[in-house]
């Protein structure tokens, strides 16, 4: 079983940064692709950025040259840096990771851009 625990969100003025972090629980975490998604309100959820173990980066065009998702296999943690923010970034944020017993989500942090 895997859990992952998301945190860092907060109200933030746009342009302004913040760094999410998503701690995972079980074993093998470095093998598994690890990704940050995000839902606004009356929206649908989307993929903002996903990393693979071997560390390649895929990124939302909406996110691009603004966000940065990295990992750190020692502490089995995730980590989405988030610049220039606008507030079309507000959303709650979940933590995801894939492996062959299925999809698992954490529980999501509000991100709130104000402008």
């Known amino acids: 079983q895997v859990q992952l625990v998301e945190s860092g969100g907060a109200l933030v003025q746009a342009g302004e940064s913040l760094r999410l972090s998503c701690a995972a629980s079980g074993s093998m975490f470095s093998r598994y692709l690890m990704g940050w998604y995000r839902q606004a309100p009356g929206k649908q959820r989307e993929l903002v950025a996903s990393?693979?173990?071997?560390?390649?980066?895929n990124y939302a065009d909406s996110v691009k040259g603004r966000f940065t998702i990295s990992r750190d296999n020692a502490k089995s943690t995730v980590y989405l840096q988030m610049n220039s923010l606008k507030p079309e970034d507000t959303g709650v944020y979940y933590c995801?990771?894939?492996?062959?017993?299925?999809?698992?989500w954490g529980k999501g942090t509000l991100v709130t851009v104000s402008s």
């Open positions: 995801n990771t894939r492996r062959p017993s299925g999809d698992y």
């Open positions: 990393i693979t173990s071997g560390g390649s980066e």
